[in-house]
């Protein structure tokens, strides 16, 4: 009969099973493993280590030549031993790790602002241990005159980084209701008390500042909206996504109407975080846009940032496809490629009153382009290490830039060749923001959010414990000018969530 199996078969599979027990070859590296085993006192790798090879054949006899039997044991040998081979390398790195968090923990000790620079702590230990030792090696004349000189200069260092901080910062309100990261945040204009956000969970939300209400949420996008930016005049909003496009949409919120269940062509329900006294505490959705008045199209790549040009009626967006494309606001139309960066974009900002625009790319530089006159101009400021993550205009006519080497620069405007000051971190600077009082706002990968003035000084570190702060990369930070407003400050990070501070000089707190 078709479809059953021959009797001979029937009778192998009744037979015996037979075990092939391969003792384990002890090797050079499985006695250097075991030592460094017992060294570091842990065993990741007891419950699964193995003494014997076994196999099972479901035949008596097995039909695997001799010859390639003995090949495949040496195989698994050889990946046996790259395997212990590299959780030599694992248990290495650990130690590594735990001991740069150890130093970190030490440099950082005590608030914030009263932590030492990173290297500081280094050079400066170093130098008192070689004043406090009585038998110290003979060095040269010139070598005193240099460590007397950096003992100097690090007490200085010391000193200053242990004034008191000079704002005061609060946090009040969480804002929820994304389901992925949140890439940027960012504020309406005067007298709107609202701010955008942009998620990876391919939609952008408009949100009341004062009671964390989402006023309208835009599903229009494909793929992760990377940024958001209001209009400055009138209510229409700009983002850009990972589907390589830029939309202009219909930013108008109706304050007083409640909130309606969204009907099944909008968006499924999404999966809500719990609440908190400052979290909207509904089970509706907002109102739902997925239709733009623009799709701005010509990209390659993905878009990762837009901003509108100074008068609105331009914008810029920034790609992956390593250009800037200049459009026309009401066409959509482009009316410019920018060209001239190596590598991926990741930025792109304009100036409050002039028409001028800064790109950051992945190239570790960033470019001022000049659309002043009718053939456009271009600069290009090199001063970082690794790529540039944001650059961004002052109300003074600086640039502040951030990357991923750990630093921030300010530039002056008429100067590309060197920064007027440089800010050290301890971690890669995100999406900064400076105020109109000159007070940068530096978001960074380890959850923390720094505050410095133009010229380099530390004025705070904002809180990060249980209860406040991120708990995961800060990705965006965005200051708002409204005195009257509780919060004047919101960040947004990888934790789905959007915070609002309230961030005060000491003496008006």
Same mark, same amino acid.
């Given at each position: ?99 740069? =968090? ?122 992760? !909206? ?11 909003? %700009? ?49 739902? %846009? ?12 993905? !878009? ?94 600086? #640039? !502040? ?21 440089? #800010? ?59 005195? =009257? ?20 000089? !000491?003496?008006?707190?």
């Amino acid at each position: 009969m078709p479809g059953e199996p021959p009797a001979s078969s029937a009778g192998k599979s009744s037979g015996k099973v037979k075990r092939i027990s391969i003792p384990r070859v002890q090797s050079s590296t499985d006695t250097e493993f075991q030592s460094q085993m017992s060294q570091s006192g842990s065993t990741p790798l007891q419950s699964v280590s193995l003494h014997y090879i076994n196999f099972r054949t479901d035949n008596e006899e097995t039909s695997i030549p001799p010859v390639i039997q003995s090949r495949l044991l040496e195989l698994f040998q050889q990946i046996q031993k790259e395997f212990e081979m590299i959780c030599l390398e694992n248990i290495g790195l650990q130690e590594k790790i735990d001991s740069l =968090n150890e130093r970190l923990e030490r440099e950082c000790y005590g608030s914030g602002e009263r932590s030492l620079p990173p290297g500081d702590f280094a050079d400066y230990q170093g130098d008192t241990k070689s004043s406090v030792k009585q038998k110290a090696p003979i060095v040269s004349s010139a070598q005193k005159v240099k460590t007397t000189h950096k003992l100097k200069a690090q007490t200085s260092k010391i000193v200053s980084s242990f004034k008191n901080p000079t704002m005061s910062c609060t946090m009040q309100r969480q804002y929820l209701g994304h389901k992925d990261g949140i890439w940027e945040v960012t504020v309406g204009r005067s007298g709107q008390p609202i701010i955008a956000t942009a998620s990876a969970d391919h939609t952008a939300r408009v949100m009341a500042m004062e009671t964390g209400k989402c006023l309208l949420q835009y599903i229009g996008h494909t793929g992760s !909206v990377n940024s958001v930016r209001f209009h400055p005049t009138i209510d229409l909003a %700009l983002t850009s996504s990972g589907d390589c496009s830029a939309h202009i949409w219909q930013a108008a919120v109706n304050w007083d109407a409640p909130l309606r269940q969204s009907s099944s062509e909008d968006l499924s329900t999404l999966d809500r975080t719990p609440t908190n006294a400052s979290a909207v505490d509904d089970q509706e959705e907002p109102p739902t %846009l997925r239709t733009p008045l623009r799709e701005l199209l010509g990209h390659t790549g993905v !878009v990762m940032a837009a901003d509108w040009l100074t008068g609105a009626d331009q914008l810029v967006t920034a790609s992956w496809d390593r250009t800037a494309n200049l459009y026309d606001a009401e066409t959509g139309d482009v009316i410019h490629t920018l060209c001239g960066h190596d590598q991926e974009l990741t930025h792109v900002s304009t100036h409050h009153a002039q028409r001028l625009c800064v790109t950051s790319s992945r190239d570790s530089t960033f470019r001022l382009w000049d659309f002043r006159e009718p053939i456009h101009s271009v600069s290009v400021f090199q001063g970082h290490t690794e790529a540039v993550t944001s650059a961004i205009f002052t109300r003074e006519d600086k #640039i !502040v830039s951030g990357s991923d080497d750990r630093s921030v620069k300010v530039w002056e405007l008429r100067n590309i060749r060197s920064p007027l000051a440089t #800010i050290r971190g301890d971690s890669a600077a995100n999406r900064l923001a400076v105020s109109s009082a000159g007070i940068v706002a530096i978001p960074h990968d380890n959850r923390q959010i720094r505050l410095f003035d133009l010229s380099g000084q530390r004025q705070a570190r904002l809180p990060r414990t249980s209860r406040q702060g991120h708990r995961r990369m800060v990705c965006s930070v965005a200051w708002a000018e409204d005195s =009257n407003a509780s919060c004047n400050l919101f960040s947004c990070g990888f934790d789905r969530l959007v915070l609002g501070w309230s961030v005060l000089p !000491v003496k008006d707190a």
